[in-house]
């Protein structure tokens, strides 16, 4: 079970947001590093992911830092009880692989099983920890994205949540509940941007404002 929580801001808030999390005592900085992620779909389309019934995301993500690199593969679904309080509880499963089998897993997942590639994105993450939290700030290409996530092995990750949400001076009222991709979405309709599959740094893409925090 993962418990988290995830704001969005424009990306001129970056500076800001992490300041904040540099006063914060007993943070760890864990650097900065760039991700491309690839999300597929079942085969089938009446066992899609992306349905209601589902509501899950099957990725692969290469993380690419100055000192190392890594990959994963990784399946995350929202549970029927996520509306039930203030924080996120999903259901998660992640396996590592080497950095250098990425292409090799790539080829097994288009050419082999025959999985349909669903979107494509870009980010940097900023991230810092300690033993019973992880904070991120995700710079993607149309804003940025603050999240917190309690460590799975902590007894209260609802209450670990809430001190650091209380420590940032966030509103439980601003966090956003979908992913990355439904906001995403929001703001190509609400801009009259058209919508891309590839959500890359180079393709034209909506921002965050100010009045759609």
């Known amino acids: ?23 914060i005592e007993g943070l ?13 779909d079942h085969p089938s389309e009446s066992m899609s992911f992306y349905s209601k019934k589902v509501d899950g995301r099957f990725r692969i993500r290469k993380t690419v830092g100055d000192d ?23 259901e998660e499963v992640e396996i590592t692989i080497k950095p250098e089998e990425y292409d090799n897993l790539i080829f097994l997942v288009n050419d082999v099983l025959h999985m349909k590639e669903a979107e494509v994105y870009e980010r940097y993450r ?8 992880e904070i991120v700030l995700d710079e993607y290409p149309f804003g940025l994205a603050l999240e917190i996530e309690a460590k799975k092995e902590i007894d209260n990750p609802e209450a670990v949540i809430d001190k650091y949400v209380k420590l940032l001076e966030l509103d439980y009222n601003d966090s956003y509940r979908l992913s ?5 979405g929001e703001l190509c309709k609400e801009q009259n941007i058209e919508a891309f599959n590839k959500v890359l740094f180079a393709n034209k ?3 965050i404002k100010n009045d759609l925090i």
Do not use: A
């Open 1 to 23: 079970m993962e418990y988290e929580i995830r704001f969005y801001y424009p990306i001129e808030e970056y500076d800001n947001k992490l300041e904040k999390l540099k006063n």
């Open 28 to 40: 760890s900085y864990g650097g900065k590093k760039y991700e491309i992620t690839s999300q597929y």
């Open 205 to 207: 893409m909506p921002k």
């Open 68 to 90: 190392s690199s890594k990959c994963m593969l990784s399946w995350k679904r929202r549970l029927p009880s996520n509306t039930e309080s203030n924080v996120n509880k999903e």
């Open 180 to 184: 990355w991709d439904d906001k995403y």
């Open 126 to 133: 900023t991230v810092f920890f300690n033993g019973e939290i």
